[in-house]
């Protein structure tokens, strides 16, 4: 399972656009990177998720480079709601156990 | 997607009891996982809930201190046994592999929130 490295905090200001980067260097073949977010005391929720070049859907979007040893979630104008963690997950989609790591903590300010 | 239930939500519990928290699930799922997650850290892995069979745990959980069962594709439990202050945490059930529908999105319940005094 490839181990992935976050920042473990951001701070942003409503209406900025936030970058997080997740820096998996040994990813494999075959997986997928996947982006979660939760707000305390609930379950993880799915954001997005990806192989490779750009997803976007109507939350965030992913960038994925060529290598593949990286990937850079992005929230367009963040809000308040927006404070949570993230956490950046790397398997083999589809019947395989998900690994967290220590993920980031994005903290919006009014 | 998938609804995930859990019971209890919430639950303040006696040095050395048990308790069982239930996972049910309102799709038919091929996987099912169980996390821990206590005050301020990430998600740990428990173990893969195997329908029919005897579930997989990860390093440092055990069967005796975790039992966990899985009598079909839409439930599950685990049972934190003889439990101490160290296992104060929020247990989460995870689906994975919604029966029909393509893709491999990890769903999440809300967690069950055990305190143990």
């Known amino acids: 399972l490839a181990k992935t490295t976050q920042p473990i905090s951001m701070d942003s200001y409503e209406g900025q656009e936030v970058n997080i980067t997740c820096s998996h260097n040994?990813?494999?073949?075959?997986?997928?990177i996947t982006w979660y977010q939760q707000f305390p005391s609930q379950g993880p929720r799915f954001i997005i998720q990806?192989?490779?070049t750009k997803v976007t859907n109507e939350v965030a979007s992913l960038f994925i480079p060529a290598d593949r040893k990286s990937s850079t979630l992005s929230l367009p104008r963040v809000s308040l709601s927006d404070t949570a963690v993230y956490y950046c997950?790397?398997?083999?989609?589809?019947?395989?156990?998900?690994?967290f790591g220590a993920g980031t903590r994005l903290f919006v300010k009014a | 997607s998938a609804v995930i239930s859990q019971k209890p939500s919430r639950d303040i519990c006696q040095r050395g009891t048990s308790l069982t928290i239930q996972c049910q699930v309102d799709?038919?799922?091929?996987?099912m996982f169980w996390y821990r997650q206590q005050p301020g850290q990430s998600l740990t892995l428990i173990a893969t809930?195997?329908?029919?069979?005897?579930?997989?745990?990860e390093s440092g959980f055990v069967i005796d201190k975790f039992p966990i069962s899985r009598p079909n594709l839409t439930f599950s439990t685990l049972t934190v046994s003889n439990m101490s202050p160290e296992d104060s945490s929020i247990y989460l059930c995870?689906?994975?592999?919604?029966?029909?529908?393509?893709?491999?999105?990890?769903?999440f319940g809300e967690g069950s929130w055990l305190t143990v005094v």
């Open positions: 799709s038919q799922v091929t996987m």
């Open positions: 809930a195997n329908q029919g069979s005897e579930a997989t745990y």
């Open positions: 990806g192989y490779k």
């Open positions: 040994n990813i494999a073949t075959n997986d997928y």
């Open positions: 995870s689906v994975e592999g919604l029966l029909g529908v393509p893709g491999n999105t990890i769903y």
């Open positions: 997950l790397v398997g083999v989609a589809g019947g395989f156990k998900t690994i």
